[in-house]
């Protein structure tokens, strides 16, 4: 039963990251900004578990770069791709990992973004030189850091605040090690 939970949970973190783009599509510097697709993978990782969240961290870009043309799928989406699943990755791993304080949310949270920006910087370096295109620090800073602030603050208030309302629902587990 937990294993079908976790699925289903999987399944409505990857539709949110296919349609939350949505409300930021029409301004893409905004969506760019926002980042509304890691919101939901940073979740699933807290709620379905490293494993699922590397999944879905995994496909949501892709899937959404087939299905919709957004974003494009090289180098933006496939460089999100391994963003995300570090992101689904990192959540659900440090989550088990850490006692299940409050404070220890953030942590989780903050070294997960931290993981991922630095897992989008060295597979974007790649790609945009295969590419014959320059990375330069300049252009991981911009991109990770500079560019991304509205959407870092976005996801440090909700994620938390998301994570601690599915807990006091009972959706995600309270105790150590994954057991409910």
């Known amino acids: 039963m937990r294993d079908v939970k976790k699925l289903v949970t999987a399944g409505v973190c990857m539709a949110l ?68 699943a570090t992101y689904g990755f990192c959540t659900g791993w440090l989550y088990r990992l850490l006692p299940r ?38 252009v991981f800073l911009a991109g990770a850091f500079l560019d991304a602030i509205p959407g870092i603050i976005c996801q440090l208030i909700l994620v938390p605040v998301i994570v601690l309302a599915l807990r006091k629902a009972g959706l995600i587990s309270t105790e150590q090690g994954g057991k409910k």
């Open 101 to 138: 304080r409050r404070g220890f949310i953030y942590l989780s949270l903050i070294g997960a973004m931290l993981a991922g920006r630095a897992v989008w910087g060295l597979v974007s370096f790649v790609l945009y030189h295969i590419l014959g295109n320059p990375f330069t620090l300049e």
């Open 17 to 84: 990251g296919l349609v939350l783009p949505f409300i930021t599509g029409q301004i893409p510097e905004i969506g760019r900004m926002l980042s509304p697709m890691h919101i939901p993978i940073l979740i699933c990782g807290y709620a379905a578990g490293p494993v699922y969240g590397l999944v879905v961290g995994a496909v949501t870009p892709l899937l959404r770069s087939l299905l919709f043309n957004m974003p494009t799928l090289m180098p933006r989406a496939v460089g999100m791709a391994f963003e995300l």
